[in-house]
């Protein structure tokens, strides 16, 4: 039993929420430095985690393994593989820019209604949220998984309820009804995926015994574990379901836009960027390697909606009034490309699914968190409120350009590889798919253009017109996260490396081999 | 009712005492329900009871019936006329329902209580009947005894610590214990005073030519009762009569004899009469 | 005649005693119509002793006896003083369960 | 040698790195700069060049690998260069004439508080270019691709404050993105097909596969090349990204990038050769496109737009070559070359004439100004003359010989392509006259400067005093030397590609050549052409050489106010696609907001009211709560019967 190094980097953020919120009120910028190195520290914890990490080694590595309801074979069973490795890093790696984003959005503010903001709930909460899903990328216990899978919504639910965008239209009543609507449908919404997933959960002990994924998954393996059609097709869905409204699927997403429209932009990120990668993950981890049979039953239907998310997503996104609405349905647009080469079954899908996790949560937390920027600067949210931009704050719109092209996935940027990669992936198998999918690519260069277009360009209105550029803080946030994004779009070589093992278990699990190309066929 | 017709199964005699006082019982428990005033009630129940008695008896409980008797029927039906002497019949207790429905799904459950209740026992296979001869041979008190000081010995001594705590538990609360000392007269009125109403003591109740009574409210002079001049109870009770129907009602009796003597058909007061006699009878 | 009589006796008196529990709101007629009920329930009692020939039935309900007379004592000290206090002895006047 | 590669993107791509987070501080120094690293690397395209020439035709191509890009399971992207001929020429033209226009920029943003990044931009360009035409593989063309996308968006929107200069940006940003799905798909169906998208295999393996799958391809590729070169259907957005500044019009909207469908073409050469059906439908769009910008060029008064209507017309000519197939593809690329030259001479000439015409773009407010700026008029008087094909000139060379190839197509195609060649050569002469006649022959038709206030579209930077009236001047030389040099090249380069067929041996490695052999003499050819593009020049003089021409716009006739409006083309955009898509994203939010989010609070809200009712069961009257109870033994008691009935 070596060094648990991921319960440390579980631990470390879970401790670190503690302190902070342990912190007396007066002192609120201490907790905020706390909060901040504690997640860099989870950064250097993670990073570490990626170096012991060895592609071509086991499956599953630094694995963990303690009794812990010893009645229910519930164990506390922690390991990693590729895909975890990733998004362990790139959890760790966001909440720093997500921390040092949202420095002053918690603080005490003036309002009709004297709300006083316990600022140091914010950052404890954040930092509880990234420990939480630090631990279920690392479970391989169901039971465990589920358990974190549920109780990421707590805090989740205060983040999102309790410290709204101060940028809202009407009076600060109806903002915080709004708020708490918002709140409230992403808890409803994300309980009853996870009571559904939670029958399924306990179906499957019923029926293989234990929560052991490792052991079910070799047991499903070698034969050993049989499976009545019907029973595996049940979980399936079971699980599925739950994943599907995490990782909003159409037409599971309506939660997504209130919850990122009312949370501040930085919350947003912690949703769309590490949250719901969660879903998209378990399906991977989960459903795949349990259900393999019923998977490849339901990939048409799977598609299906995946190709409905994407289009769909895409066209409400053009339709969208708010800024932050439009970026959370180009988002739901995302997640359908990300199902959609987790299911089409072939390495470069799959592959591209992962690493359209790690894009999607850098590009969008670029976009989103200069956005916000933005907003706050203007105390809007609606698009109709600027114009020009550009003039008066060149470095702020460059930087939002950039994000904005790495939305669309422009050759160069991040999000490009993976998107091809599940083009590609899902073209191997389902042409039309493929195609059908490949229109998303217009009318994502639609919306984020139109965005740009209409906030940035065109004559100075008059409420920018004195509106400053970046600071020092909000360049330190972006500046990282775009030079990420160049470097990963042209040299992803260590992302896939990680990733492609992982992948290549799971086809074996799903005992699918990529199509052949027509011309080796031949041969 | 000797221990003869106890032993064995029920003799003829038995047979008819049982339908004839059962009938009574069963009046006397509806009588229990429905009667309007909680007196006739408690009346009515301790005839029921009575008859319970009989009925131990007559199924070889003597202890017991003599029990129920001088327990129930002595003392805890005394304790509620007390009751109801002390707390009086208030204008709340009417047969009127007030909650919607409460009524029809009274007696629906009740009815379908009852007819499953009969049903279970027509089902029970109760034929086998050996009597109380055997049980009873040492006396009945005595059976009694023996079982109560072996078997059920601690039963019965909790029993015992039952009621005093019951006895202790009505005396607390019950009892109020007074705080402070009793207002001497001069203080009341100088109360009185200072609150500026009724300075003088309250008005009589109602004095007329014809007859007077405290249970008549004292007109005022624009001719409306006014209430100071009955007693509190009494009005609590609603046992108040009403003063000016009870004029009219003299009145229309007073015109009715002059017609008489003038020799004239009677005419429309006559329709107020007999309202008025039956306000009298319904107080 | 077969003593089952008694025993239907009995479930008739105590329906009735719980339909009046039902329907009375004067709270001291309500508990006479408990103590018809468990009146009833001592008739049974009794009979059943007599059925099986031996005496723990009439025990049973010379218990039943005691514990009512302890009950009806504090439940009617309880209706004085909640009369004191509110000057009603109906039951619905303590309707102070709601949410 | 071919370590040497790298450098030429890397240069601009250095430059571009530097310019755009370089802040401030590089105000003074960037467009130097700029300069500078463009001319870097036309230098090393130059010593590459030559380095070739040394070395036998066979063993020409160079290839550099640099790393690998994209390594997935079964999915292989490198960023690795290939340089051969094709790419050579490509190279050469980018670099010298981005070079050249990088010179002229200088003076021409000189009053552009934004100089710094314009460069920046031009640079960026140019690097993208150059990674177009030397990737070595469809996945890193597509890199290059979008990235010429990406600063063309940049450029075209360079004055993001004038809203029409946004539209146009964005326009040309979504249309091309059209055509990068076409891309996109052909990458895919490559892949799926032979397993790669590296040239060298790719095209090596056409044999192998069903001409249906090639033929797909092929249509695909067309689809990007139309984005990208401007060509039927998705020409619309060329006109418009007339709204960036002149430069960018002469360098990224003429001369380059605009090509880089022809170059795709041409590249993918062995995949059109064996799909005859896409070939084809090459053909067909170069020919329409032909004549299409022909018609638009005819009727816009706008300079500019004239201009682009002419290029979009030329690149017809050369998409049309490059359909032809192995007789034409080497003629293709001799026209893009030529062409390269003069167009982007003609364009920096109209941006002169802007310049000194205090930014006015509406040629019926020019005429006579030959006098006032007689550099730019000489230039502009060449770059005209090589673009009509007049005989000895750079496009008399290369266009006589596309018309040649296309009636060596044989059959009735090849005699109605012929046909459609020459009309085009006509209308060409007829359009080029024009534009050449309206502004600088005639009588002055000059206006006072318009209120930049009201009229958006004036250039900022350059101070214009409403009311005032130009005073034309000669262009400083920054301007005029890159003009003189591109003159020299629209005169002289078609005649010496031309010296026994030199070009063509140059190109034959790369895209093989077979001589055509139209049904009428090479001589006839050429005669029926010269007696063309007389009676265009012709009629153009009897419109507007003898007769005074109107400041304002005569109605004209319905061909003529279609031509006006791009042929309706955009009108159908907007009311086919824009209103459309409108309403359909409406409906979408409202459905989604309404539908899908309505069942849920539906369900939400009946659950509410269902507890809200049985809140009221509470009561709080013991007696209710007394029937319930009694009710619930007697339920209970029921069921011990029933459970002990039966």
């Excluded at chain 1, 929420?17 to 430095?33: E, N, Q």
């Excluded at chain 1, 931009?389 to 422009?410: D, I, M, N």
């Excluded at chain 4, 109209?350 to 007689?374: C, F, I, Q, T, W």
Aim: aromatic content about 10%; hydrophobic content about 50%; charged content about 15%.
């Amino acid at each position: 039993m070596s060094f648990p190094l991921l319960t440390v980097t579980a631990a470390l953020p879970a401790a670190g929420a503690i302190l902070t919120a342990a912190v007396p009120a007066a002192r609120r910028t201490t907790a905020k430095w706390l909060a901040l190195l504690v997640s860099l520290g989870t950064l250097v914890l993670a990073a570490l985690v990626a170096v012991r990490f060895e592609p071509g080694g086991e499956r599953y590595q630094l694995t963990e393994s303690h009794a812990w309801i010893a009645d229910f074979g519930v164990r506390y069973e922690l390991g990693v593989d590729g895909i975890g490795v990733a998004l362990i890093a790139l959890t760790a790696l966001l909440i720093p820019f997500i921390v040092l984003a949202g420095w002053h959005d918690a603080d005490p503010y003036e309002t009709q209604t004297k709300r006083w903001r316990p600022t140091q709930g914010f950052f404890a909460l954040i930092l509880m949220v990234e420990a939480m899903v630090i631990l279920s990328f690392a479970a391989t216990d169901v039971f465990l998984f589920y358990i974190l899978f549920e109780a990421m919504l707590i805090p989740m639910y205060f983040l999102i309820g309790g410290f709204g965008d101060r940028a809202h239209t009407g009076t600060d009543e109806n903002a915080a009804a709004q708020r708490s609507y918002a709140a409230v449908k992403f808890l409803l919404y994300n309980l009853v995926g996870g009571l559904i997933m939670l029958a399924a959960v306990i179906g499957l002990y019923v029926v293989a015994g234990n929560f052991s994924l490792t052991e079910i998954a070799a047991a499903r393996a070698s034969g050993e574990l049989e499976m009545a059609t019907d029973t595996e097709r049940l979980l399936f869905l079971g699980f599925f379901f739950a994943f599907a409204v995490k990782a909003p699927l159409w037409p599971l997403h309506t939660w997504l836009p209130n919850a990122m429209g009312e949370a501040t932009a930085p919350v947003a990120v912690l949703i769309t960027a590490v949250v719901d990668k969660v879903g998209t993950f378990a399906m991977l981890r989960f459903c795949l390697q349990l259900f393999p049979e019923a998977s490849k039953w339901a990939t048409p239907a799977i598609i299906v909606l995946a190709l409905i998310s994407i289009v769909y997503g895409a066209l409400l996104a053009v339709g969208q009034r708010d800024i932050k609405r439009l970026v959370a349905y180009a988002s739901i647009s995302h997640f359908g490309f990300i199902i959609m080469g987790i299911f089409a079954m072939t390495s470069q899908g799959q592959s591209g699914a992962t690493l359209y996790m790690v894009n999607h949560g850098i590009s969008t937390a670029a976009l989103m968190l200069v956005a916000g920027f933005l907003i706050t600067r203007r105390g809007s949210r609606l698009i109709a409120d600027y114009g020009g931009v550009q003039k008066v704050a060149p470095v702020l719109a460059g930087t939002f350009l950039v994000g904005g092209l790495a939305t669309l996935s422009l050759p160069g940027l991040a999000p490009f590889v993976s998107e091809f990669l599940v083009l590609v992936g899902t073209f191997a198998r389902y042409p039309v798919a493929g195609i059908v999918a490949t229109s998303g690519i217009v009318l994502a260069a639609l919306y984020t253009l139109v965005l740009y277009q209409r906030t940035m360009t065109g004559p100075v209105k008059e409420e920018v017109r004195a509106m400053p550029d970046l600071k020092a803080r909000e360049l330190v946030v972006v500046a990282p996260l775009i030079a990420l994004l160049l470097v990963l779009g042209v040299y992803p070589k260590p992302l896939t490396e990680i990733v492609d093992p992982a992948v290549r278990h799971t086809m074996s699990d799903v005992q699918q081999k990529d199509p052949r190309p027509e011309v080796e066929a031949a041969k | 009712m000797s221990a003869l017709a106890a032993a064995n199964a029920a003799s003829t005699g038995e047979a008819v005492q049982f339908w004839v006082l059962g009938t009574i019982a069963v009046v006397g428990a509806l009588g229990t329900i429905l009667m309007k005033k909680a007196v006739h009630s408690a009346l009515s129940l301790a005839a029921t009871m009575i008859i319970l008695a009989v009925f131990y008896l007559a199924n070889g409980a003597y202890f017991l019936g003599v029990v129920q008797i001088i327990v129930y029927t002595g003392a805890i039906m005394m304790l509620f006329l007390f009751v109801v002497m002390l707390v009086g019949v208030t204008a709340a207790d009417s047969l009127k329902e007030t909650i919607k429905g409460q009524r029809w799904l009274a007696l629906a459950c009740g009815l379908g209580f009852g007819i499953l209740l009969v049903a279970g026992l027509g089902r029970a296979s109760l034929d086998t009947f050996e009597g109380l001869g055997t049980a009873n041979a040492g006396g009945n008190v005595e059976g009694l005894a023996a079982l109560i000081f072996t078997t059920y010995v601690f039963a019965f001594e909790i029993t015992g610590a039952l009621l005093i705590t019951a006895a202790v538990g009505a005396m607390v609360l019950t009892h109020r214990e007074r705080t402070e000392r009793a207002l001497t007269q001069r203080e009341l009125s100088e109360r009185r005073v200072r609150e500026g109403k009724h300075l003088p003591p309250l008005p009589a109740p109602g004095v007329y030519a014809r007859h007077n009574a405290v249970d008549i409210a004292g007109l005022l002079p624009d001719g409306t009762p006014s209430e100071l001049t009955v007693n509190r109870t009494l009005r609590a009770r609603g046992q108040i009569r009403d003063v000016s129907r009870q004029a009219l009602a003299d009145l229309a009796a007073l015109e009715q004899r002059a017609q008489e003597r003038l020799g004239r058909g009677p005419s429309e007061p006559q329709a107020s009469r007999p309202q008025g006699r039956k306000e009298e009878n319904a107080q | 005649m077969n003593p089952v009589n008694y025993l239907y006796l009995a479930a008739l008196l105590f329906t009735i005693g719980a339909a009046g529990v039902l329907i009375r709101r004067n709270a001291i007629v309500v508990f006479m119509c408990v103590e018809l009920m468990l009146n009833a329930c001592n008739l049974a009692l009794v009979a059943f002793s007599r059925m099986h020939g031996n005496l723990d039935g009439q025990i049973i309900a010379f218990f039943t006896m005691v514990v009512a007379a302890a009950e009806v004592v504090v439940g009617l000290a309880i209706i004085v003083s909640l009369f004191r206090s509110r000057h009603s002895a109906s039951v619905d006047d303590a309707s102070l369960m709601k949410l | 040698m071919e370590n040497l590669i790298a450098l030429l993107v890397a240069a601009p791509l250095l430059g571009a790195a530097v310019l755009l987070c370089g802040g401030r501080r590089l105000d003074r120094a960037g467009h130097w700069l700029g300069t500078l690293l463009a001319a870097a690397s036309f230098v090393i395209g130059a010593v590459l060049f030559f380095d070739m020439l040394g070395r036998g035709a066979e063993e020409r191509e160079l290839h550099q690998h640099l790393f690998s890009w994209v390594p997935v399971e079964g999915f292989q992207a490198d960023i690795a260069f290939q340089l051969d001929q094709l790419s050579m020429t490509f190279v050469l033209l980018i670099t010298g004439v981005g070079t050249l226009i990088h010179v002229y920029s200088i003076g021409y943003m000189e009053h552009d508080e934004r100089r710094r990044r314009f460069f920046g931009y031009l640079n960026l360009f140019l690097s993208a270019m150059l990674l177009l035409v030397l990737a070595d593989n469809y996945l890193l063309l597509y890199f290059g691709w979008e990235g010429v996308g990406l600063a063309s968006y940049l450029l075209i929107g360079f004055w993001q404050h004038k809203p029409s200069a946004a539209t146009a940006a964005k326009k040309a940003f979504l249309v091309n993105r059209v055509g990068d799905m076409g891309l996109s798909i052909a990458i895919m169906l490559m892949f799926t097909t032979f397993g790669t998208f590296t040239f060298g295999p790719v095209l090596a393996a056409t044999g192998e596969t069903s001409e249906g799958m090639l033929t797909a391809i092929g249509l695909m590729l067309l689809l990007a090349a139309c984005g990208k070169s401007a060509q039927v259907p998705l020409q619309s957005w060329l006109g418009d990204a007339m709204e960036g500044p002149t430069p960018v019009s002469a360098l990224i909207h003429a001369a380059t990038m605009v090509t880089a469908g022809v170059y795709l073409i041409t590249r993918s050469g062995a995949i059109f050769n064996a799909a005859p059906d896409a070939q084809l439908a090459v053909v067909v769009v170069g020919a329409v496109t032909l004549l299409f910008g022909a018609i638009v060029g005819c009727a816009k008064d706008d300079i500019k737009k004239a201009l682009a209507g002419s290029t979009m017309s030329q690149i017809g000519y050369m998409i049309l070559a490059a359909g032809l197939g192995p007789i034409g593809y080497a003629f293709a690329i001799m026209h893009l070359v030529t062409h390269g030259f003069f167009k982007a001479g003609l364009f920096l000439g109209a941006g002169s004439v802007m310049h000194g015409m205090n930014d006015e773009v509406d040629m019926r407010k020019y005429g006579g100004l030959r006098k006032y700026m007689p550099v730019t008029f000489v230039t502009f008087g060449l770059g005209y003359l090589a673009i009509i094909g007049f005989p000895g000139l750079s496009g008399f060379w290369s266009k006589d010989k596309i018309i040649e190839a296309a009636f060596a197509k044989g059959g009735t195609e090849g005699w109605i392509l012929g046909a459609v060649t020459l009309l085009g050569a006509g209308i060409t002469a007829y359009y080029m006259t024009r534009v050449m006649i309206m502004t600088f022959f005639g009588e002055k038709r000059w206006q006072p400067a318009p209120d930049p206030d009201k009229a958006p579209s004036a250039e900022p930077g350059v101070e214009v005093h409403p009311g005032e009236m130009p005073h034309p001047h000669e262009s400083p030389r920054s301007m005029t030397i890159p003009m003189i040099l591109l003159a020299f090249g629209s005169v002289f380069a078609g005649g010496l590609f031309s010296l026994n067929s030199a070009f063509v041996n140059w190109l034959k490695p790369v895209t093989e050549f077979e001589h055509g052999h139209p049904p009428i003499s090479a001589g006839a050819v050429t005669a029926s052409t010269v007696v063309v593009l007389l009676i265009g020049v012709g009629i153009a003089y009897a419109q507007y050489g003898r007769r005074p021409v109107p400041v304002v716009a005569p109605r004209g006739s319905l061909l003529t106010r279609a031509a006006r409006r791009d042929l309706l083309q955009d009108d159908f955009n907007h009311i086919v696609l824009v209103r459309g898509g409108e309403h359909l994203t409406r409906s979408l939010v409202y459905m989604d907001h309404t539908l899908v989010d309505g069942v849920v609070n539906g369900t939400a809200a009946s659950v509410g009211g269902l507890s809200g009712r049985l809140r009221r069961l509470q009561n709080g009257f013991a007696r209710s709560y007394a029937v319930s109870m009694f009710g619930g033994t007697a339920v209970l008691i029921a069921a011990t019967l029933l459970m002990r009935g039966v």
